[in-house]
């Protein structure tokens, strides 16, 4: 099984945008379906299912396909209502039209303007996101960005830092709901909270294998990081018997150090950027796009 | 400038909010309010419009058996009509409400394939509202039939 799959799911923005479109799709076909059953004036009917190439436009091009939707709505409205103006004359249907053409134009613009913010919202969190779900720690991409600039200040002003992880294996927790699973993982993120320093970083990630909690220590050295981690084991260790889980061996834990363990410290990090692009699928590539724009043409 | 989460979530109210144009557009009232009963006119016409001299018009009233004549009780279309000149004719559509409790009402005149929807509005109790339509017709002959749309 890859490690995609065994990740919960969590829907990237383009699933959003999917999932947002087929229910409108099926917002509006049920509107219509329901005029239908009512009984409701064919040409009405016709007149409701024309939001729907609205809805769909814009979705793909924001206000402006929205807009241009909605007046090419309003004409095929009032072709299909043309051969009764010819029979009857045009003023009693122009507050009819003109009303129809108001709501297909309002619709595409007021939905056109909300689905790019949405979209744009969506886009944001992806680039953006630093927060675990599960256990509100900083995630796998926090962990990077962190790590990233705290290399960058050891090197500059020749300090150190730590970096502690405890794994707990997946496996244990396979005994226990989905729910009770979520509440064994908010009490160990809470309990790693207050076990650290306010200058310390605590992270929660999770690969196929593991739920890995870790800890950005700065200004910490080798000594003290391994007994941090060993405690920190520890603890977790016996809360988790508390609370019913199976544990076959004691917690797996490392502490390594910049300056010192490079090798490891790489390591780490490759494993955290596989999980973040796991957990972020887009935002390479929008990050791609954005640089592509910012740079413009000439490049 | 209007924060990044209030945007967003004004923009899913938004998203939400705009589906309520459709609805409303079926609306309770008007043309387009829903139904509770649907009948055919007593009184369907045939209109022969020639090239010279007033339209033509003859009336005939169907009689089907083990059919209820008038699905809608206590409310009667009756359709009525005059000539406007050479190829006007002015369709009168009256909507009579015997019954004790107020509705809204409107008319879908079908001649041939064309329908024309005729908004009557409310007509209280024990009360008649009509409104007149003027078609304009080719040479030809026509069928006129009118439907009456009740709801609530």
Redesign the interface.
């Known amino acids: 099984m890859s490690a995609q799959a065994l990740m919960v799911p969590r829907m990237s923005y383009t699933a959003v945008r999917r999932f947002l479109l087929f229910a409108g799709l099926i917002g509006l076909v049920l509107i219509a379906g329901l005029g239908y059953a009512r009984g409701v004036d064919r040409l009405e009917v016709i007149a409701t299912i024309l939001f729907i190439p609205v809805f769909v436009a814009l979705f793909l091009w924001g206000i402006k396909g929205g807009v241009c939707a909605g007046l090419l709505a309003a004409v095929a409205y009032a072709t299909l209502r043309y051969p009764a103006i010819q029979v009857v004359g045009s003023s009693r249907f122009l507050g009819l039209i003109l009303s129809r053409t108001v709501g297909y134009v309002v619709f595409g613009a007021m939905g056109g303007w909300a689905a790019s913010q949405l979209e744009s919202s969506l886009e944001k969190l992806e680039l953006y996101d630093q927060v675990d779900d599960e256990t509100k720690l900083n995630n796998a991409r926090f962990f990077l960005e962190n790590t990233d600039m705290e290399k960058s200040r050891a090197q500059r002003y020749q300090t150190i830092f730590s970096v502690a992880t405890v794994d707990v294996p997946r496996s244990a927790l396979r005994s226990l709901s989905s729910r009770q699973q979520q509440s064994v993982l908010r009490d160990l993120g809470g309990m790693l909270t207050s076990s650290i320093r306010t200058v310390d970083s605590a992270v929660h990630a999770r690969d196929d294998l593991r739920h890995r909690f870790a800890v950005i220590l700065p200004e910490t050295g080798n000594e003290g990081a391994r007994i941090f981690t060993q405690r920190l084991a520890h603890r977790f260790g016996e809360q988790l018997r508390r609370r019913s889980v199976n544990l076959e061996a004691d917690l797996e834990f490392a502490a390594m150090t910049f300056p010192g363990d490079e090798t490891s410290f790489s390591e780490l990090q490759g494993e955290f950027e596989q999980i973040d692009q796991i957990e972020h699928p887009e935002a390479s590539l929008l990050r791609n796009t954005s640089q592509a724009e910012e740079e413009g043409p000439e490049h | 400038m209007v924060p ?1 989460i209030l ?2 979530r ?3 109210f ?2 939400f ?3 309520l ?3 409303l ?2 609306s309770l009232r008007g ?5 509770v009963c ?1 009948s055919d006119a007593k009184t369907p016409f045939t209109l022969v419009v020639s090239e010279k001299g007033d339209p033509l018009m003859a009336s005939s009233a169907r009689l089907t058996r083990d059919v209820d004549p008038n699905p809608c009780k206590g409310l009667d279309l009756n359709l009525g009509a005059r000539a406007e000149g050479e190829d006007r004719v002015a369709i009168t559509v009256p909507i009579s409400n015997t019954t004790t409790y107020g509705w809204q009402g409107s008319v ?1 005149l079908s ?1 041939g ?5 005729v908004k009557i509005g409310e007509i209280p109790p024990k009360q008649t509202r009509e409104d007149t ?5 080719p040479r030809g002959l026509h069928e006129l039939d009118g439907s009456l ?1 009740l709801g609530p």
Do not use: C
């Open positions: 990044f945007r967003s004004i923009a899913l938004a998203f909010l705009m589906f144009i459709p609805i557009e079926q043309l387009t309010h829903l139904l649907n879908r001649l394939n064309t329908t024309v929807p339509i003027v078609f304009q017709l749309l």
